[in-house]
C-alpha cells in the first residue's frame, strides 16, 4: 500500500514552454501532498505544500506564479512549470500524507530538462 | 523552526559489516522520526520510522533508535548487503512539517 505516482517520469521541452506534472496516490486518500526540487547530489528542497481544495502555502524563495500547484481532489495534485528556462531544469518529486498522519510516500520523481 | 542535521555525509562498508547513520534535531515538539532511502534517479523510499513514545524500532536488517533527551536518533544497518548502497534521509516531524537531513550516500563494497 501506500503508493504514488508521477507522470510524466522525463520531460524535455524548449524554453519558454509550460510543463504539467501529476502525482496521484493510487491507493489511498491523501489530504495533503508535497512537492519537492532536487539537485545532483543534495537534499531535498520542499516548494510548497498543498492541501485539498484549498490553496498551496509555497516555501520562501518559491514564485508562486511560476510554479502552479493544484490539488483538485484527494488524489492528485499536478505542478505546472510556466514559461521553464533552463535554470528550471531538475528533479522534482512529490509526496502524498494519509490523513492518518505519519509519512510521507513519494512518487518516482520528474526529470525536467529545459532547453 | 526545526533543524536536523545528519552524519557522516558518506558512508563506506564491507559487504557483511554494519552501517550507522546519526542525525540530531533541535525542536523539541518534533514527535515523528522516518527515514529514506534514494537510489539513484528515484523517489525516496521510507524503510523505518518512530514516533516520540519508542526509544527503539527494528525490522529485519534495520533498526532505529531514538533518544528524546538528547534530540538524536539513529538508523542501524547490520548485515550490509550491495544492494543497500544508497543515500539515506533522516526526517523529523511535527504535525504537516517536515525536516530533513542533508543525506548519508552509503556504498556497500563486495
Known amino acids: 500500500g501506500a503508493v504514488v505516482s508521477q507522470h510524466p517520469s522525463w520531460v524535455i521541452c524548449k524554453s519558454g514552454t509550460s510543463v504539467k506534472i501529476e502525482c496521484r496516490s493510487l491507493?489511498?486518500?491523501?489530504?495533503?501532498m508535497f512537492w519537492y526540487r532536487q539537485f545532483p547530489k543534495k537534499s531535498l528542497m520542499l516548494m510548497a505544500t498543498?492541501?485539498?481544495?484549498?490553496?498551496?502555502?509555497?516555501e520562501q524563495g518559491v514564485e508562486k506564479d511560476k510554479f502552479l500547484i493544484n490539488h483538485a481532489s484527494l488524489t492528485l495534485s499536478t505542478l505546472t512549470v510556466t514559461s521553464a528556462h533552463p535554470e528550471d531544469s531538475s528533479f522534482y518529486i512529490c509526496?502524498?500524507?494519509?490523513?492518518?498522519?505519519?509519512?510521507?510516500?513519494f512518487g518516482p520523481g520528474t526529470r525536467l530538462l529545459v532547453l | 523552526g526545526e533543524n536536523v542535521e545528519q552524519h557522516p555525509s558518506t558512508l563506506s562498508v564491507q559487504e557483511g559489516d554494519s552501517a550507522v547513520i546519526k542525525c540530531t534535531y533541535s525542536?523539541?515538539?518534533?514527535?515523528?522520526f522516518p527515514w529514506y532511502k534514494q537510489e539513484l534517479g528515484k523517489g525516496p523510499q521510507l524503510i523505518i520510522d518512530?514516533?516520540?513514545?519508542?526509544g527503539e524500532k527494528k525490522d529485519q536488517r534495520i533498526a532505529v533508535t531514538l533518544n528524546k533527551t538528547a534530540k538524536h536518533f539513529s538508523l542501524h544497518i547490520t548485515e550490509t548487503q550491495p544492494e543497500d548502497s544508497a543515500v539515506y534521509f533522516c526526517?523529523?516531524?511535527?504535525?504537516?512539517?517536515?525536516?530533513f537531513g542533508t543525506g548519508t550516500s552509503l556504498t556497500v563494497i563486495p
Open positions: 509526496s502524498a500524507r494519509p490523513p492518518r498522519g505519519g509519512a510521507q510516500y
Open positions: 491507493d489511498f486518500q491523501a489530504t495533503t
Open positions: 498543498s492541501n485539498e481544495g484549498s490553496k498551496a502555502t509555497y
Open positions: 525542536d523539541s515538539a518534533s514527535n515523528y
Open positions: 518512530i514516533r516520540s513514545n519508542v
Open positions: 526526517a523529523a516531524s511535527y504535525s504537516n512539517q517536515f525536516y
